[in-house]
């Protein structure tokens, strides 16, 4: 019989749980990030099965830097859009 292939959800589930004396020794809040890191990973699932790394982590990392490189970006417009109306006023 043939091997099963995990999917990439699966994947990302299995990274997150391998990490977790990790993430019990954190406070309760830097566990809700973590947490809220992989939920993001998770959002990516079908780049990460396609890139198909041998070390799964990579693309679950990468995954989770575009998802915050997204968040400062909306903050970064967000300060920009709050001092154009500073200045106006």
């Known amino acids: ?3 099963t292939v995990l999917s ?3 994947v990302v589930l299995r990274e997150q749980k391998s ?5 019990r ?11 809220e890191l ?10 990460l099965s396609y890139a198909s790394k ?3 982590l ?3 990392l990468i995954s989770m830097l575009i998802e915050q490189h997204k968040a400062i970006r909306a903050l970064e417009e967000r300060v920009k859009a709050l001092e154009g109306q500073q200045d106006d006023g």
């Not at 990490?19 to 993430?23: I, N």
Request: proline share 8%; glycine share 2%.
């Open 54 to 56: 041998p070390t799964p």
């Open 1 to 3: 019989m043939g091997r």
């Open 38 to 47: 992989f939920q993001a990973a998770r959002y990516h699932v079908a780049a």
């Open 58 to 60: 990579e693309p679950i």
């Open 25 to 35: 020794a954190l406070r309760k809040e830097d566990q809700e990030a973590f947490d």
């Open 19 to 23: 990490w977790r004396k990790f993430r």
């Open 8 to 10: 990439a959800t699966q």
